[in-house]
């Protein structure tokens, strides 16, 4: 039998980017250096107004 080739595709990324995970220390780790926050900061952030990039970094008054 013949199998379908696989395509790439874009799925999800555009999702993830606008997403802060709080428990991924690389992703708090650019957020705070992006934001000129600590660490501390943006997971408080997070966890306050949740994972959504923008309102996070409206909260971290970027």
Known sequence: M???KKSKTARGTKQD???VAGGQDYE???EAKKTGKS???VKK???KVGN????VEKRLGR
């Open 2 to 4: 013949a199998t379908a």
């Open 17 to 19: 980017r606008a997403r």
């Open 28 to 30: 708090v780790r650019y």
């Open 39 to 41: 660490a501390r900061a």
């Open 45 to 47: 952030a997070v966890k």
């Open 52 to 55: 959504a990039r923008k309102r």
